[in-house]
């Protein structure tokens, strides 16, 4: 025997039907429309991954100028060898100095060219959501609640983004 709070349940289980049957099977074609819609913007996207790439390379440079930086204070510390391995130290640490500039600034292009695509990736996205449910049938906006509707939908395009 069903209780008012079930058969409430049931009915707006209901109107969640439709996001499961969308999203059925559809995960690799998914993720296939989103990279397409992102390649819309080749110079940005192709910017983010280049900066990705230098930032990486960049970063490991960093622990191998650290080492050789330890490596030539304690001979200067030890041998006590002059002026010539103290101006070593010092190039080494300018050249640490730059290479860690140089990496935050290719971290931040690529953080910049990233979110840019992902606002204009989610920007189209919305739009197309809401031409789409302006196009629905009154007898769709009958059975399903548009506000659950474009709640969901609007959860989903964030995540959209972000990827």
């Known amino acids: 025997m069903r209780t008012d709070a079930t058969s409430g349940a049931a009915k707006r289980g209901k109107s969640f039907v439709h996001v499961a049957e969308a999203s059925w099977g559809k995960g690799l074609s ?12 080749p110079w940005q996207v192709a910017i983010t991954i280049v900066s990705t790439f230098i930032a990486a390379t960049l970063q490991l440079f960093i622990p191998r100028l650290l080492g050789r930086a330890i ?36 971290t931040m292009a ?6 840019a695509v992902g606002h204009r990736t989610g920007y189209e996205l919305r739009l197309a959501f809401y031409e789409k449910i302006q196009r629905l049938s009154f007898s769709f906006h009958d059975r399903v609640h548009t506000g659950d509707l474009i709640t969901l939908g609007l959860l989903d395009l964030d995540g959209v983004r972000m990827f």
């Open 30 to 41: 998914t993720l296939l429309r989103i990279v397409r819609m992102t390649l819309r913007h």
């Open 71 to 106: 490596d030539q204070a304690q001979g200067v510390l030890t041998a006590g060898a002059g002026p010539a391995a103290e101006h070593a130290l010092w190039n080494t640490a300018l050249t640490l100095l730059v290479v860690s500039i140089l990496r935050g600034l290719f």
């Open 110 to 115: 690529q953080n910049y060219y990233g979110e």
